[in-house]
């Protein structure tokens, strides 16, 4: 596949003691949120289970080509760094995202050149440590 910009789903990340923020140039992103809840139930359940909400967990990745204007490290994308970051979906829907990073993978194709991902993690020490719905943005 080659290498397209990411133009109108953008990354936009801020880490933690940074005071300028980073648009990423990556070519395909997406995050998941979940919470496995407690299970319950009671008579006004009649026997049926119930969930009650827990902790809710999060993972984003992105992954980026390599290239002198796009290096990791450079950017401080790298395992353990913390912060917040702004993903689009068609150009319109922006949600906030505080993460922890928990792995950069780099993977070299023999005629593609170089490409990375990196995992995030939903985290309540990154930036404010409020995760937004774009409406709520």
């Given at each position: 596949?080659?290498?397209?910009?990411?133009?109108?789903?953008?990354?936009?990340?801020?880490?933690?003691?940074?005071?300028?923020?980073?648009?990423?140039n990556q070519?395909?992103?997406?995050?998941?949120?979940?919470?496995?809840?407690?299970?319950?139930?009671?008579?006004?359940?009649?026997?049926?289970?119930?969930f009650i909400?827990?902790?809710?967990?999060?993972?984003?990745?992105?992954?980026?080509h390599i290239?002198?204007?796009?290096?990791?490290?450079?950017?401080?994308?790298?395992?353990?760094?913390?912060?917040?970051?702004?993903?689009?979906?068609?150009?319109?829907?922006?949600?906030?995202?505080?993460?922890?990073?928990?792995?950069?993978?780099?993977?070299?194709?023999?005629?593609?050149?170089?490409?990375?991902?990196?995992?995030?993690?939903?985290?309540?020490?990154?930036?404010?440590?409020?995760?937004?719905?774009?409406?709520?943005?």
């Amino acid at each position: 596949m080659p290498f397209k910009a990411g133009r109108g789903s953008t990354i936009t990340i801020l880490l933690n003691g940074d005071s300028e923020p980073v648009e990423l140039n990556q070519f395909r992103h997406n995050h998941s949120e979940n919470d496995e809840g407690t299970e319950v139930t009671s008579v006004s359940h009649d026997g049926i289970q119930a969930f009650i909400a827990t902790i809710l967990r999060g993972q984003a990745s992105a992954s980026f080509h390599i290239n002198s204007d796009n290096l990791p490290w450079a950017s401080g994308l790298k395992a353990q760094a913390a912060g917040e970051m702004l993903i689009q979906y068609g150009g319109t829907y922006t949600f906030t995202f505080p993460f922890y990073i928990s792995s950069v993978d780099y993977q070299n194709e023999q005629a593609g050149g170089c490409d990375y991902t990196v995992t995030f993690k939903l985290s309540g020490e990154g930036g404010d440590g409020i995760y937004g719905y774009p409406e709520e943005v």
